[in-house]
């Protein structure tokens, strides 16, 4: 089984985007899978996790009420839809399941 993520790019500050994570290989779709990110400089950091069937959600306070978590079993994807990005937000992103498989980041750039 495989984690990858992708849809990171270079965002002004306010700005959104759309992460996708697809898990690749022999999966039951039975685990919570979370989003980590790594900022420069700065110690790996929770962001936010989902329930193995999408029903709940959770964020870190520095997240909560600008990033949404959602997953679609069927194509073996989650995503991060972030809003009003700020330039604390400039990270790698990675996805990782709860048994701590982690896939490889896709870096997430907020500029002023």
């Known amino acids: 089984v495989q984690l990858q993520a992708s849809g990171g790019g270079l965002v002004q500050t306010g700005g959104s985007l759309r992460l996708a994570c697809t898990v690749s290989?022999?999966?039951?779709?039975?685990?919570?899978l979370a989003w980590f990110r790594q900022g420069p400089g700065k110690a790996r950091e929770y962001v936010s996790s989902?329930?193995?069937?999408?029903?709940?959600?959770y964020y870190s306070d520095s997240v909560k009420g600008r990033f949404t978590i959602s997953r679609d079993n069927a194509e073996n994807t989650l995503y991060l839809d972030m809003n009003s990005l700020k330039l604390d937000d400039t990270a790698v992103y990675y996805c990782?399941?709860?048994?701590?498989?982690r896939g490889q980041g896709t870096l997430v750039t907020v500029s002023s």
């Open positions: 990782q399941r709860d048994d701590n498989l």
């Open positions: 989902i329930t193995w069937n999408g029903e709940s959600g």
């Open positions: 290989g022999r999966t039951d779709n039975l685990n919570a």
